[in-house]
């Protein structure tokens, strides 16, 4: 190991290889001979003189202050890029909000200290993250005994959630549409992707956490039933059920507002599965508002080889786009049976109701599809369509045992015939 000299020791090894310069014919000399003397190697010992000189302003070079300044800033640099490094870690490990468990923070510094972190640094940078913990903490945990299984599935269920719930790009942290499930979707997913978990750890998860699934807020009245008072009869009677895919759709429209002023979005919805098969958005309230869905939903059946047969209920509220003459032409001249609930019951066109709370609820309402505010009809459009696509493809419908409208009529066309065997 090498010996540490005092500034006292250095001062005077100098002094002594001034006084005897003269003695010897250079300065290697000079100094080999005083070092031998003193215990100090000839190298180390001509700088020492060289440092003075500089010091003394008889050469050029950085003095000794400048020299400690600029090695107090390359480990301020150092400390600096370390700290940058646990930083970013810390960031994706802490971005729920809330301390984890002991045994994810545990694994958490234990991971950084393989990558060559010392532990005093890990939690001075967890510290000013918000998450309190000292050295001293850490090595105590690391006393005691292991983890309880517990303690570990719960480290494990935080670890998952916040994966599933939470991601992060250029821009920060961003709430994924799976992060506006409640507790039982959120054990459903689990579920679905392979995790042995309990409804009970999920939920002590999100509790530890602070996250819970959005919910809806108060319901707005948007029908204005026709001035005539004539419209087809109610043929479902609440009854949103249906044997099969194009047996029975539900149409219904709600408002958005955006900078620009009100917008509208109108739904065609399946009953089979509650999968929406079309959707639209404009700015006014005319008959295409409804008329032009209709029209989309036939069109997409079309493509996906399961045309619509004559027959059909299209169910709607009395509203006056859906009573209006062009839109039960269109019924009629494609063989649709039109049906009209009555004024002012929202359970006479319940299922639409709840997908449109749906909507307001995880679309207009939040940040997940749409960053910021809605500007204009074509943001509302944007954010209409991802969430459309997650709601038919990802979403988790509990009516269908939580499984997608996309899945659950899949299954519906690929499973096999019941019919009986021919004698």
Sequence with gaps: ???????????????????????????????????????????????????????????????TAEREELRQLKAEVRRLREDNAILKAAANFLRGGTRPPKAKLMGFIDAQRELGHAVESICRVLRVQGCRIAARTYRAWKRDLAPTRAELELAYVVNTILDIIFTV?????????????????????????????????????????????IRRGRQVRTTIPGKDGRRAGDLLNRDFTAPAPNEVWVADFTYCRTWAGFCYTAFVVDVFADRIVS???????????????????????????????QGLIAHSDAGSQYTSVRYTDHLMLEGLSA???????????????????????????????HDGPYKT?????????????????????????YTTPVEFEHAHYTAPLTEGQPR
Excluded at 44 to 49: A, E, I, P, Q, Y
Excluded at 280 to 308: C, F, G, N, Y
């Design 1 to 63: 190991m090498p010996k540490k000299f005092t500034d006292e020791e250095k001062a005077r090894a100098v002094r002594m290889v001034q006084e005897q310069r003269s003695e010897y014919p250079t300065l290697r000399a000079t100094c080999e001979a005083v070092g031998s003397r003193l215990g100090i190697g000839r190298e180390t010992l001509r700088g020492w003189v060289g440092q003075a000189k500089v010091d003394a302003g008889e050469a050029e070079g950085p003095t």
């Design 169 to 213: 790009d250029a821009e920060g942290r961003r709430l994924t549409p799976e992060g506006l499930y409640g507790r039982r979707k959120l054990t459903a997913l689990l579920r679905r992707q392979g995790h042995d978990v309990n409804g009970y750890v999920v939920d002590k998860a999100m509790r530890l956490l602070g996250h819970a699934g």
């Design 279 to 309: 959707w639209h958005v404009q700015t006014t309230k005319h008959t295409e508002l409804v008329t032009i869905p209709l029209r989309m939903a036939l069109w997409s059946r079309d493509r996906e080889a399961h045309p619509v047969t």
């Design 339 to 369: 049906s009209i609930g009555s004024v002012g019951d929202a359970y006479d066109n319940a299922l639409m109701e709840s997908i449109i709370g749906l909507y307001k609820t995880e679309c207009i309402r939040t940040t997940v599809f």
């Design 377 to 401: 009809v074509t943001d509302v459009e944007y954010a209409t369509a991802g969430w459309v696509d997650w709601y038919n493809h990802r979403r988790l419908h509990s009516r269908l045992g």
